[in-house]
C-alpha cells in the first residue's frame, strides 16, 4: 500500500491535464475578446464607409441633370 500512494504522488499526469485546461481556456477567454474588439472596431468602420457611399452617390445623383431633348437630337 506505501508502494501505491508514493507511486500516486509522484505521478504528474493529472497535473499536466490541468494546466492544458488551464491553458487552453485562456486562450479560448483572449480569442472571444479579440473577436468582439475586431467585431466592433469593423463595425464601425462599415458604418463609416457606408454612410460616405451613400453621401457620395447621393451627391452625384443630384449633380447629373438629364436633358430629355438633348437625346432626340
Do not use: H, Q
Not at 25 to 40: E, F, H, M, P, Q
Not at 45 to 63: C, E, Y
Amino acid at each position: 500500500m506505501i508502494k501505491f500512494i508514493k507511486n500516486f504522488r509522484k505521478d504528474e499526469d493529472g497535473a499536466v491535464t490541468v494546466d492544458w485546461v488551464v491553458l487552453t481556456a485562456a486562450v479560448v477567454g483572449l480569442a472571444a475578446v479579440a473577436y468582439t474588439a475586431i467585431g466592433d472596431g469593423t463595425k464601425g468602420v462599415a458604418d463609416s464607409v457606408g454612410g460616405a457611399l451613400t453621401t457620395t452617390a447621393g451627391n452625384v445623383v443630384s449633380d447629373v441633370k438629364i436633358n430629355p431633348t438633348a437625346a432626340a437630337d
